[in-house]
């Protein structure tokens, strides 16, 4: 008998699974989520009010990812439901950064004093809002919305200046109403 490994994810009132072959879409009541999971070794399905997902392979790569796929799974239905929310904080003090949306990218002026400006593209179903000092990035999908609050830290990173004199730059303080230490 091969060695099998399980892990559920229960299902929340309100929300509507479907599963087609590896594919799993998560309807709530702040959108739809749909996502495919293509390791053929693992398995989805759907039983009662819980959402299965098992392996019967005895490699650990397999059982490792099995883990990894109900994450995901979780993580849609928080999206759904709830939504998922970063913050972030303008912080300088050599030079005046003004920060703003423009169409689907944010801009950001007077970087360290540079002459122009540095553009981040915010990715699908995300929003951005920029009010003083203070930006929060919110959408359903914790991929997309981590990546762009990911992408408007990365852009104000310093280099070939001394990090203890030059802190200006944009940074995270808040993950899904949680401060960060």
Do not use: C, W
């Not at 490792?64 to 849609?76: C, E, L, P």
């Not at 003090?93 to 981040?120: A, C, T, W």
């Amino acid at each position: 008998m091969p060695n099998t490994l399980e892990l559920t994810v229960d299902i929340p009132k309100g929300i509507e699974i479907t599963i087609d072959g590896n594919k799993v879409t998560v309807k709530g009541s702040k959108g739809q989520l749909e996502r495919e999971f293509k390791n053929a070794q693992i398995t989805v399905t759907k039983k009662e009010d819980k959402i299965v997902v098992s392996t019967e392979s005895k490699s650990r790569r397999y059982q490792v990812s099995v883990g990894t796929v109900r994450a995901h799974i979780k993580n849609m239905i928080i999206g759904v439901t709830k939504g998922v929310s970063y913050k972030l904080k303008v912080v300088y003090s050599h030079f005046p950064m003004n920060v703003k949306v423009q169409g689907n990218n944010l801009v950001i002026d007077n970087f360290l004093g540079e002459k122009y400006p540095r553009r981040i593209l915010i990715l699908d179903k995300v929003k951005v809002d920029v009010k003083g000092q203070d930006i929060t990035v919110t959408g359903i999908d914790k991929e997309k919305v981590s990546q762009t609050a990911a992408n408007i830290e990365q852009i104000t990173r310093i280099r070939d200046f001394d990090p203890r004199v030059f802190q200006d730059g944009i940074y995270l303080v808040e993950k899904d109403g949680k401060p960060l230490k």
